[in-house]
Nanobody
Framework: QVQLVESGGGLVQAGGSLRLSCAAS????????MGWFRQAPGKGREFVAA????????PYADSVRGRFIISRDNAKNTVYLQMNSLKPEDTAVYLC????????????????????WGQGTQVTVSS
């Protein structure tokens, strides 16, 4: 089992920044690919970014590429999402997830590929 707890959400004005954290406990964190998803009211769960074991592979959704940065610190069992130049359309609950993978370069872009999920943290961007 892997337990995930997100933090760092809040209310920010458009153009501002937030840094989300996801702390993991349980099985070996460094052997899991990690991802961030978001879900706005009335919408489905949307892929935001993912990161491989080693941190060397980091795909992003087109809507956030160039503004968001995903990173991980395996020594601290934590994955981060730095969000810059925030827009009102970024408003959503942000969830982190863990996916067991067999290789250090494995990443997952689909929610069904993930094995464990956090409860989420609310991000609200005002215009």
């Amino acid at each position: 089992q892997v337990q995930l707890v997100e933090s760092g959400g809040g209310l920010v004005q458009a153009g501002g920044s937030l840094r989300l954290s996801c702390a993991a406990s349980g099985r070996t964190f460094s052997r899991y690919a990690m991802g961030w998803f978001r879900q706005a009211p009335g919408k489905g769960r949307e892929f935001v970014a993912a990161i491989s074991w080693s941190g060397g592979f980091t795909p992003y959704a087109d809507s956030v590429r160039g503004r968001f940065i995903i990173s991980r610190d395996n020594a601290k069992n934590t994955v981060y999402l730095q969000m810059n130049s925030l827009k009102p359309e970024d408003t959503a609950v942000y969830l982190c997830a863990a996916a067991a993978g067999e290789t250090s370069y494995y990443v997952a872009r689909e929610a069904v590929e993930y094995d464990y999920w956090g409860q989420g943290t609310q991000v609200t961007v005002s215009s």
